[in-house]
């Protein structure tokens, strides 16, 4: 009977250690959850905190200029490549002014009866000089050299002139120059004055048979302007000079006729008449946007 006692005492002193290693197993695994769970949430706070820091950061780079978004050349306004000047001829119409030379944003002939107008500033002969450089390097005119040379002293005067190697190049280094020194608006001129420029090119070079331009590379021209609208965007985001970014706002205007007179050509276009010449005097107002 004493030895059953022994016996039982000794069972719960077994059942009772088993339940108290059981238990402390359990523990062990809460406690190590607990910790799992700590670290995990103090990563995911960590996470939600850099995130937001990329994300303000990311606004601050976005207002202060594009140097570090996408450069102007991924926004592709160009498409002259696909143009072959040996199959068409120039055409002097629908906006120049016929004394054999482009006629030049802001370089219009006086008129003798406008009186004399108000002396232009600064920033308004700047924003011109800028659109007309991005004219001139899209421009196969004889005089166009010489137009980028005079121009490249008031837009950009610091940029490298023997750096690039093409003239493609040569335009992205002034567009970069603008965008590294802040000036955002400037740059997107220089982009406006581009990719208009080169709407004006195809134009003026026609087939002698059919008297139209290459429509091919016209049609791809003007597919690219929703890609001058993004820059621009971005441009009046950036930019600080109050002028500036109105007047980019008005060319972003300019830019909606221009594409809606395209698509009324292609619509009221008969078998007589020239069939883009509306187009062409429609670029060549773009420049009003400067006075």
Not at 51 to 66: P, V
Not at 163 to 184: H, I, K, M, P, T
Not at 210 to 238: F, H, S, W
Request: net charge negative.
């Amino acid at each position: 009977m004493e030895n059953t006692n022994k016996d039982d005492k000794k069972d719960s002193i077994r059942i009772k250690k088993k339940h108290v290693k059981i238990a402390l197993a359990v523990l062990a695994v809460a406690v190590l959850l607990f910790v799992v769970w700590a670290v995990m949430e103090k990563n995911a706070a960590k996470s939600q905190y850099e995130s937001a820091e990329m994300a303000m950061a990311s606004a601050n780079n976005a207002r202060g200029h594009h140097k570090h978004g996408k450069h102007a050349r991924e926004y592709e306004v160009k498409f002259l490549d696909s143009m072959d000047v040996n199959k068409v001829r120039m055409v002097r119409a629908g906006g120049n002014n016929g004394d054999g030379n482009r006629h030049w944003a802001g370089n219009g002939a006086p008129n003798p009866n406008a009186g004399n107008p108000p002396e232009p500033s600064a920033v308004n002969n700047r924003m011109g000089a800028a659109y007309r450089l991005g004219m001139a390097f899209a421009s196969v005119d004889d005089d166009a050299a010489a137009q980028r040379e005079r121009l490249l002293g008031m837009v950009v005067p610091s940029v490298e002139r023997n750096n690039a190697d093409s003239l493609e190049q040569f335009f992205y280094d002034c567009v970069s120059r603008a965008e590294s020194d802040g000036e955002n608006g400037i740059a997107a001129l220089m982009m406006s004055g581009y990719y208009f420029g080169s709407l004006s090119t195809v134009l003026e070079y026609v087939d002698e048979e059919t008297q139209l331009p290459d429509e091919k590379t016209l049609a791809a021209g003007i597919k690219k302007m929703d890609n001058l609208r993004e820059y621009l965007n971005n441009a009046i985001t950036a930019e600080k000079e109050v002028k500036i970014a109105m007047t980019i706002q008005r060319l972003e205007v300019a830019a909606d006729s221009v594409q809606a007179t395209y698509y009324n050509c292609q619509a009221d276009y008969g078998e007589n008449g020239p069939k883009y010449d509306k187009l062409l005097s429609s670029i060549k107002t773009v420049e009003d946007v400067f006075k």
